[in-house]
């Protein structure tokens, strides 16, 4: 089993920042990519930003050059940091892990349980 636990959502004015941090604990052999979705209300679940174990980005257009995803894996830890926030921003952010679990290195998806951001004067 692997759990994820998200921190750091909020209440923020517009042109504000906020960062979100992403935990990843429990059994598996290793996390092939972790990354942020959002869902506003009345929306589908949108990607916002995922990195991969190489590195690689793959972000969506609305939030580039204001959103930035880092990670710590040694703490299997995955960070977003979102500068400019704008009242469109404003939704339930959750964390995605994509890892591979023992012993066969079978792939498998895990969520967050999500995290409120809301952009309001």
């Known amino acids: 089993q692997v759990q994820l636990v998200e921190s750091g959502g909020g209440l923020v004015q517009p042109g504000g920042s906020l960062r979100l941090s992403c935990a990843a604990s429990g059994s598996f052999f290793s996390i092939k990519s972790m990354g942020w979705y959002r869902q506003a209300p009345g929306k589908q679940r949108e990607l916002v930003v995922t990195i991969s174990s190489d590195g690689t980005r793959s972000q969506a257009d609305s939030v580039q050059g204001r959103f930035t995803i880092s990670r710590d894996g040694r703490k299997n830890t995955v960070y977003l940091q979102m500068n400019n926030l704008k009242p469109e921003d404003t939704a339930v952010y959750y964390c995605?892990?994509?890892?591979?679990?023992?012993?066969?290195?079978?792939?498998?998806?895990?969520w967050g349980q999500g995290t409120q951001v809301t952009v309001s004067s």
């Open positions: 995605k892990a994509h890892v591979e679990l023992p012993p066969y290195l079978e792939e498998a998806m895990y």
